[in-house]
């Protein structure tokens, strides 16, 4: 340091930097030529030209010499002199460097500040405050004047450079043929899924790119070099070489045998990597990391272990690592963010489907509490999405009931606006009095506190027994006109959920001049409700899957309830309609040799007739009977048995009324079309 002389092992004491210079040229000897200069610290002048001359040739390095200038005082106080004469000498070294003829002096200045640069502005801290840009400037403009400027490694030289250090180089025929087998399977790969993957993997040349960085894929060098070389404190190639040494590192104590180091594949749960990619950035990553990105309790890991066809391929968070690696250092920058493709090229290997890393993006963006979407571009950040504030209103929901209920209801009231093959559908009664005891079949839709379970007693069973046996007080007569629909008690708790999601992003909308949301948050919004909406339709029918049926195998067997389980997702009514209607649960035609049949084996005839009324009741009443969508099919079924002509032996006629005491029927008709109501 400047104020602590060293002594060299032959009892040489050492102050300044011309002084070193020349003891490591020619030793106690070379020293000697400068050790007045080196004693007051003053410019040794023509002697360096000299040393240079006799001790040729020499390569001189200088490194740090910002951080050391700036130490400096502005007078010679310390035994390394004074702040002037570091530029006093850095003239006599540079000039007399260029008279050498057997010379080469390299100096090396911070490339923060450099016009080749990124930075136009160094960073205070990179170069030590406003001491140290003073220090800069003065250095530079000394060796500017004969200087031959080299250029940093550019991306291409990096790769190598990086790939030579960290790796051993490929021996034998064995190693270069799985290079080319594997970087052949990705350029298949890139070549038969063009639109899934950025232009540039279609060239030719990427193949050749693979090789050439291989066993890393050529997009981590592009986000390191691209967007990490863009933060003041990186180092281009120094800062990739001791972050990919703690990914490789991790990687092989792993065991991982993947055919290339991917951005999916960096493993930022490990505390290493994430100390390297997080060192540099301003802001405290840590959280952001554990809760989006990849922690033990992360969502991408939830989402994994809940998602069966993502979780094989761990795609959630392999997507969430390419996402932080190409967005974080860029987060605060205008054009910030990764596009969806250059997400798949970070992820997807040969074999793997890229669909599925789409299917990963979509459910990590719908959830991430830090991960922003803007159109294509994907971006982590360290302040909350409104999604954060969306689940805080959705957790909020379920404290109010009443407004997730009446969303439900509305819900529900609007999908039963079809019908399908019943007459009425009772939306949602409070009890047996709210559905009329009617003749035509109809469909009851019980209230979502009456759930079913495949358990004996189940609420929904109850609640369909109470109705069927009683409308109100009264005792229900037509028992056979009514199914009931009801909610899975489980699937029930995802409808909720979908439910307060929707309402929670609803009222976020309704409110954002007053939220202050920027335009891309009110697009996020918007997006995010109609996913919510979309995911409470396709809940509804799910929920609402459990049919109830009562029946009875004859007049003296005790009532049954069969539960039948909805498939489709057409509304609620007309899926219900459906199934009963294939399973003969719900007649909407009967033909009349059929009715001739229920006649006779019930029987249903009183005497040897039945009135037409009392016959319409039978079927309404009694649930060992066909069910009837209404009256009107009996009556299609009566019409067409009195107009057969062989109704003597198979159907039936009709006669206006009976006289008793005679023994006869009047208006008698048989073998002919004729008017009938119900």
């Known amino acids: 340091s400047p104020g602590n002389p060293v002594t060299k092992p032959d009892g040489t004491v050492v102050r300044t930097l011309w002084g070193e ?28 030209r000299e040393l240079f001359k006799e001790h040729g040739p020499c390569l001189v390095l200088i490194d740090e010499w910002v951080a050391y200038a700036r130490q400096l005082p502005d007078q010679s106080d310390l035994p390394a002199g004074g702040f002037e004469t570091q530029f006093t000498f850095a003239q006599a070294l540079t000039e007399s460097a260029k008279l050498a003829s057997n010379c080469l002096l390299v ?19 990179e170069v030590g405050g406003i001491r140290g840009r003073e220090a800069l400037e003065r250095l530079r403009r000394v060796v500017g004047r004969v200087e031959s400027s080299w250029r940093t490694a550019s991306k291409e030289e990096g790769f190598e450079i990086v790939r030579r250090r960290l790796f051993e180089p490929l021996t034998g025929p064995d190693a270069f043929k799985q290079r080319d087998v594997t970087a052949r399977a990705f350029a298949d790969l890139y070549h038969a899924q063009g639109a899934e993957f950025p232009p540039e993997c279609n060239d030719g040349d990427y193949e050749k790119r693979i090789q050439a960085a291989y066993p890393i894929h050529p997009e981590i060098f592009e986000r390191l070099y691209t967007d990490w070389s863009t933060l003041l404190k990186f180092q281009r190639t120094r800062g990739v070489l001791r972050l990919m040494a703690a990914v490789i590192h991790s990687l092989w104590e792993k065991g991982d045998s993947n055919p290339l180091i991917l951005p999916s594949t960096v493993p930022i749960d490990d505390a290493r990597v994430q100390s390297e990619l997080t060192r540099y950035l301003s802001d405290n990553w840590a959280p952001i990391i554990e809760k989006d990105v990849d922690g033990p309790s992360s969502l991408p890991l939830k989402i994994d272990g809940e998602q069966p066809n993502l979780g094989k391929l761990h795609a959630t968070r392999r997507v969430a690592r390419t996402i932080y690696l190409g967005s ?17 090229l970070g992820c997807v290997m040969p074999g793997e489907s890229p669909a599925v890393f789409g299917d990963a993006l979509r459910r990590l963006a719908a959830a991430a509490t830090y991960l922003y979407q803007d159109g294509p571009r994907f971006w982590y950040a360290i302040q909350p999405t409104v999604t954060k504030l ?4 959705a957790e909020q929901f379920k404290r109010d009931i009443e407004k997730v209920a009446e969303e439900l209801d509305a819900r529900l009231r609007a999908d039963l606006g079809e019908k399908g093959d019943f007459s009425r559908v009772h939306p949602l009664p409070r009890s047996g009095a709210d559905v009329p005891d009617d003749l035509d079949a109809r469909l009851v839709v019980l209230p979502a506190e009456h759930t079913y379970t495949k358990e004996a007693g189940s609420a929904a069973e109850t609640a369909a027994r109470a109705i069927l046996e009683s409308r109100g007080n009264t005792p229900r007569l037509y028992r056979n006109t009514l199914v009931f629909l009801a909610a899975d008690k489980v699937r029930l708790q995802d409808l909720d959920e979908a ?3 929707f309402l929670a ?4 909308l309704a409110e954002k001049e007053r939220l202050n949301l920027d335009p891309h948050q009110v697009r996020q919004a918007e997006t995010q409700r109609q996913a919510a909406d979309g995911a409470v339709a396709a809940r509804l029918p799910e ?15 005790a009532i049954t309830w069969q539960a039948i389980r909805l498939p489709g997702s057409e509304s609620l009514a007309v899926r219900a309609s459906k199934k009963l209607r294939n399973d003969d649960s719900l007649v909407l035609s009967l033909g009349s040799t059929i009715l001739r049949k229920h006649l006779d084996e019930v029987p249903l005839w009183r005497g040897n007739h039945v009135a037409t009324r009392q016959l319409v009741e039978d079927f309404a009443r009694y649930l060992y009977l066909p069910r009837l969508a209404g009256p009107e099919v009996l009556v299609r079924a009566m019409r067409e048995g009195i107009g057969l002509l062989t109704w003597q032996t198979d159907t039936f006629a009709y006669a206006e009324s009976h006289d008793e005491s005679a023994g006869r029927y009047r208006g008698l008709r048989g073998g002919q079309v004729i008017s009938l109501s119900r």
Not at 109 to 124: E, I
């Open 328 to 344: 974080a250092p860029t987060a605060a920058a205008a054009h910030r963010g990764i596009e969806d493709r250059r997400v798949k």
């Open 505 to 508: 992003w609803k009222s976020i």
């Open 543 to 557: 929920t609402y899957q459990w049919l109830l049926v009562p029946g009875q195998a004859n007049p003296q067997a």
């Open 390 to 393: 969306a689940e805080d209103r």
């Open 107 to 125: 100096i090396s200045l911070p490339a923060s500040d450099t016009q080749d640069s990124p930075h136009t502005q160094a960073d205070d801290a």
């Open 21 to 48: 210079l020349a003891y490591q040229l020619g030793g106690k000897k070379a020293f000697a030529r400068v050790k007045a200069d080196d004693e007051k610290a003053t410019n040794p002048g023509d002697v360096l």
């Open 499 to 501: 439910v307060r999601r």
